[in-house]
Nanobody
Framework: QVHLVESGGDSVQAGGSLRLSCAAS????????MGWFRQAPGKEREGVAV????????YYADFVKGRFTISRDNAKNTVYLQMNSLKPEETAMYYC???WGSGNWNNGGEWTYWGQGTQVTVSS
């Protein structure tokens, strides 16, 4: 079992930055890869980024490439998502995920463990 707690969500103006954190505890064998997803009201959940255990492999959704950076500190069992140049359409609840299966990383159904989410609101 893995327990994930996100933090760092806030309200910012367009063009602003935020850094989200996800603290993991429990059975860390499921935290080899960690991911960030988001879901806006009335929209489907979408994958944002994923990172390998060592941090050497990362994947990003095309819509965040060059603006968002995923990183991790294994000593702290924490994964981060640095978000720059935020846009109003990126207003959403952001979720951390662990326990990736064998399918596409950006398919939320492939992940077993989820945090409660942290709200990001971007105003124009």
């Amino acid at each position: 079992q893995v327990h994930l707690v996100e933090s760092g969500g806030d309200s910012v103006q367009a063009g602003g930055s935020l850094r989200l954190s996800c603290a993991a505890s429990g059975d860390t064998q499921f935290t080899n890869s960690m991911g960030w997803f988001r879901q806006a009201p009335g929209k489907e959940r979408e994958g944002v980024a994923v990172i390998s255990f060592g941090g050497g492999i990362t994947y990003y959704a095309d819509f965040v490439k060059g603006r968002f950076t995923i990183s991790r500190d294994n000593a702290k069992n924490t994964v981060y998502l640095q978000m720059n140049s935020l846009k109003p359409e990126e207003t959403a609840m952001y979720y951390c995920a662990a326990g990736w299966g064998s399918g596409n990383w950006n398919n939320g159904g492939e992940w077993t463990y989820w945090g409660q989410g942290t709200q990001v609101t971007v105003s124009s």
